[in-house]
């Protein structure tokens, strides 16, 4: 289950992280929270949770002052224009384990925030101190960018600082620039209802017309073979960012042959079959194995084309006269 | 100025059927009439010496489409056999509406079809995304036109092409320099008269209905495509596609030689039914009248359970003296696609047809053999990333497209 406010803080106090505590009755707004520790010196933060359209899940947490478009931070991210909106009220719940109001960096202590990208403002580097909700909204901790930091690093994540307020152009030859910061897995929500979030009007204010089946994220069934190296539970979690993994390749390709040779070897193909079992089996293996092994190696072909192309086109011309 | 080859007028009266790019309606809500609409297009069957010829060309069993007569009728096929034959090789041309996300398996028929020309006959293709053309006629913006583009092109690269022979093209995209050369070309030769007769558009239809035709027209030419074959002005061009797509086809074919390129060949599918039956409408609107390419296990097993209709009789014992109606069942129908293995289907149409085999055993093997395909479809989908897909749809050029 999700860390409570105690267990947070005494996280921190065991990091050795400086922060301030301030109680204060629940707020769900940054204007209510300024009513009670405004006057302290330091940044408010404003948290906002958000989600793009294959259900990877952002939080962005920035200076109360610093204006966030959505628009574009999602094109900087590589989403195209519209690509995030405001992720569900369900998902707070379901994903960072905190109530409405409550969207804070820490929240990501959760193992069910683990694939949760997390923007921060540069901002918070030019202030003494920011306050956050330790998972609670009856509270707000204050500490500097560098505590934050070290219970990031503590927790196993990078702590990424970006300029939200920048506007740089995307195009054919300006790649996003905030692309890395893009989950490598999606979350897929139980009972995930199958229109569009109700709560929020799209971004771009256009709906499809013939069709209102918005499309979760397949229910892909990993194959038993993939070996999940970081132990993610195979629960229709989608495989990270496809590269042209060549042992990866030649495992599944051993497994299916394995997996039909076990089954086609029985006693009584033995008896059947006899000293012609070999024959029989490799003319099996052929007819069914055939389209499946080729299906794959184009998966594969078309990877590693993508994955050339990608670094050729994105290929630094050596300067003339330099060494 | 008439036209030398087949009748183009549309007379709307006697339409008993109806058949274009975009309606399909067959008379009285029953079943279309197959024979008929070829005679009324002037196109041709295919038969058994055109499965041998393509066998013997291309070294392997017919697609299993060929083979069940869902790809039955064309235009020159035998002129595509013979060039190849020479050694003369070819490139296929087909395309996607893209007008919603979500994909059905009828979408797919004619991409498993090509892809599997593609690798039989070791040829490039090019794939038409008609973005604008959905803006025109459909309730969309822009943007979203082009967004659901590159999410079909996703869907299509998962059918299995080859990155190394494949372009995928948006019209929003491409459209421009040499292709639009070619549009102007067709379009000069092409009456407002004769769009009016090929394609029923009337007074109230807006003048980007009536300037559409000559896009999805000039893909049939080489020369659309400077990139991909340069200096190759005659190679010649194969569509494989829906037959409602013919008569864009037809007037590409009247146009050609007066431009003084080659007229396209064809080769075209019957339509897959809806769940509910050849008289009901597969709708992207109604979730329950198709099996969709995102559908679940569940959604599949559920899906055909209730809504497969079905040609059995009302009871066992009534279904066992009398035998399936095969003309009307859907799951046999659907088996008849979807079933690679030719015994087995000829096993269940005997049982089946004669009161056997039950309704339910050949819904459960259909079950079954869409799981398979479906969650391969989804496994390859998931392998497909927007570096790909920009990849394949790059203007760059295919040296290996013949290999």
């Known amino acids: 289950m999700g860390h409570s406010k105690q267990q947070l803080l005494a996280l921190l106090q065991e990091l050795q992280i400086e922060f301030s505590q301030y109680e204060h009755p629940v707020v769900l707004t940054v204007e209510a929270q300024a009513k009670y520790v405004g006057n302290e010196g330091g940044g408010l933060s404003k948290n906002l949770f958000l989600k793009d359209k294959k259900n990877r899940f952002y939080i962005v947490s920035s200076l109360a002052d610093t204006k966030v478009d959505l628009k574009v931070l999602s094109q900087r991210l590589g989403l195209g224009k519209g690509g995030v909106r405001m992720a569900p009220e369900e998902a707070l719940g379901e994903i960072l384990q905190v109530p409405l109001g409550c969207v804070t960096p820490f929240a990501l202590v959760n193992e069910s925030a683990r694939d949760v990208s997390l923007l921060l403002d540069q901002g918070f580097k030019t202030q003494e101190h920011c306050f956050f909700h330790p998972l609670s909204n009856d509270m707000s901790i204050s500490l500097n960018a560098n505590g934050l930091d070290k219970f990031l690093k503590s927790i196993g994540r990078e702590p990424s600082y970006v300029d939200l307020e920048a506007n740089p152009a995307v195009g054919k030859d300006q790649p996003p620039d905030l692309a890395s910061l893009v989950p490598s897995s999606s979350i897929v929500l139980p009972d995930q209802p199958e229109k569009q979030t109700s709560s929020q009007a799209p971004i771009d204010g256009n709906h499809v017309s013939a069709d209102n089946k918005s499309k979760v994220v397949p229910a892909v069934k990993p194959s038993s073979n993939e070996k999940n190296t970081k132990g993610k539970p195979a629960n229709n979690i989608p495989p990270s960012r496809p590269f042209a993994d060549v042992d990866k390749f030649v495992e599944e390709i051993m497994h299916k042959t394995s997996t039909l040779l076990h089954s086609q070897i029985k006693e009584e193909t033995i008896k059947q079959h006899g000293e012609q079992l070999g024959t029989v089996l490799s003319d099996n293996l052929r007819k069914n194995l055939g389209s499946d092994l080729k299906n794959l190696a184009m998966i594969f072909k078309n990877t590693a084309y993508t994955e050339g192309f990608h670094a050729g086109t994105h290929h630094q011309p050596k300067r003339i006269g330099s060494s | ?403």
Not at chain 2, 66 to 81: A, K, P, Q, V
Not at chain 2, 121 to 139: A, G, S, Y
């Open chain 2, 1 to 403: 100025m008439g036209t030398q080859e087949e009748p183009t007028v549309v007379d709307k009266e006697e339409e008993e059927q109806v058949v274009n790019p975009w309606e399909v309606s067959a008379k009285d809500g029953g079943k279309i009439d197959y024979d008929k609409l070829i005679e009324k297009f002037g196109c041709v069957r295919l038969d058994q010496s055109h499965l041998e010829r393509v066998e013997r060309l291309t070294s392997r069993p017919a697609h299993v489409f060929l083979r069940r007569g869902i790809f039955f009728s064309h235009r020159d096929f035998n002129e595509i056999l013979d060039a190849y034959e020479r050694g003369d090789k070819f490139y296929l041309y087909t395309g996607r509406g893209p007008s919603s996300e979500a994909l059905h398996l009828g979408h797919l028929i004619p991409f498993v079809f090509n892809k599997y020309l593609q690798d039989a006959f070791k040829v490039p293709i090019v794939i038409q995304l008609t973005d604008d053309e959905k803006f025109l006629w459909k309730n969309l913006t822009i943007e979203e036109s082009c967004r659901l583009a590159r999410e079909n092109a996703k869907d299509i690269i998962a059918c299995g092409f080859d990155i190394s022979k494949t372009f995928i093209f948006a019209d929003f995209d491409y459209v421009g320099g040499a292709f639009y050369k070619n549009m102007v070309q067709v379009a000069k030769r092409v009456t407002y008269n004769q769009a009016v007769g090929i394609f029923g558009f009337t007074g109230e239809d807006h003048i980007g209905k009536v300037s559409f035709p000559p896009v999805q027209a000039v893909p049939s030419f080489p020369s659309s495509f400077p990139h991909l074959f340069p200096g190759k002005d005659h190679l010649r061009c194969l569509i494989p596609c829906a037959i409602d797509q013919d008569p864009y086809f037809r007037m590409t074919r009247d146009v050609a030689p007066r431009i003084g390129y080659q007229k396209p060949c064809m080769i075209y599918s019957s339509f897959f039914p809806a769940l509910q039956g050849e008289s009901g409408k597969m709708s992207a609107s109604d979730p329950n009248s198709a099996i969709y390419v995102t559908d679940s296990a569940k959604d599949i097993k559920t899906k055909i359970n209730k809504y497969a209709f079905s040609g059995g009789q009302d009871s066992v014992e009534k279904h066992r003296q009398l035998g399936a109606n095969l003309e009307v069942d859907i799951p046999f129908k659907y088996l008849s696609f979807f079933l690679e293995d030719d015994l087995e289907l000829e096993h269940i149409r005997k049982e089946y047809g004669a009161g056997r085999m039950l309704t339910g055993e050949v819904k459960q093997r259909l079950i079954e053999v869409l799981t398979e395909l479906v969650e391969r479809h989804q496994k390859a989908r998931a392998a497909v990333t927007d570096e790909m897909v920009d990849a394949f749809m790059a203007i760059r050029p295919l040296p290996h497209m013949f290999d």
